[in-house]
């Protein structure tokens, strides 16, 4: 059971904004003015990780506080996040905003006790379309809100994910080329094509930026908690394999992703100790819901996203069709397939020769995937 302290203080509005294929090193003054300029304002955690290098994975390490290898337990048992389940139970009013078809059915499964969620893509004819509509949805729901109660928005941005597709948008970086096909990234493309991923960026830049101003106009910054995040990372043959997108392996330019955070009437600081999307939840269940419970009662490596501390020795991280144990102060990961293979690769995704297998480490991660299977008997 959630054991909550009740408090006389009106608690804060939360505003996410997931942009999809966000890499670390995607946000700066020239790429993204108006996040770069919000960043300088607020929290920046600058060695930040996704639970995962592919949407679904991502999103449930940041919505649940749990590795991805639940993922299908969760569907089946049409289970919903416990932050969902929290805010509901505390009166907040939800909207989730997806500019894409929800794939995965993060309704039946995250969201799913938020009625009447659009599950089809937003109106609009390009992705960059359908991401302005939700940009404008976003606003239209923040004039017609309740303002006597809290409210928790939920926003996913499609255009960088889909950096192949149509650009009926201003584009920064003029050398990008007007065609694109993931299937044929070579040497002697890829840097043009990055081009092109970088110009859908900067349009969702400005989207967001809108939301931002809207926020400052409506005087909601000082009693409103902004999350700016990515679900995962992309490769550009970023790292000696050559690799170019996503859900391939765990580098970081698969997993490292843009963290920033507004935090009502605290001052800009900027974070360097590990932080993952597992610390989400847990920080806004305690410092914001008021609910006193360990985090081990629901989230495996979940910790305040601000105390450099506490440290987890590794995470996981998730993909669909393999799993990593991610020891970021060694700099390796240790991927376990499906058929029962293990490989011990470097932060670039690169193998290490003669690397020795930590078994204890295993072990423990194995007995940590199971923890909440066995509480729930």
Known sequence: PLNFQATQNKPYNIVMIVIDTWRFDAMNEKLTPHLYQFA??????????????????????????????????LKKAKRGALLIDALHEQNYQTKIFFSSFMVPRFDQTAFAAIKNIRTVSAPGNTIPDRDHTITQEWAQFIQKRDKEKPFFTFSLYDSAHGYCAQQNFKKVYKKAPDQCARLFLTKENIHKIHDRYRNAVYFIDEEIGFILEKLKQENLLDNTIVILTGDHGEEFFDTPLENAGHASNYSIYQIKVPMIVHWPKQDPAVFKHTTTHYDVVPTLMKTVLHYQNPFKDYSLHGKILWDPHTKEDYFIAGSYV????IEIEKARHTMLFASGNIEINDMNGQRIPDATLNTALLSRALHDLRWFYQRSR
Do not use: D, R, V
């Open 40 to 73: 300088t304002q607020a929290w920046q955690f600058k060695n930040h990780f996704s639970g995962g290098n592919s949407t679904e994975a991502g999103l449930t390490s940041l919505l649940y506080a749990l590795p991805h290898l639940y993922w299908e337990s």
């Open 322 to 325: 393999n799993t990593a144990i």
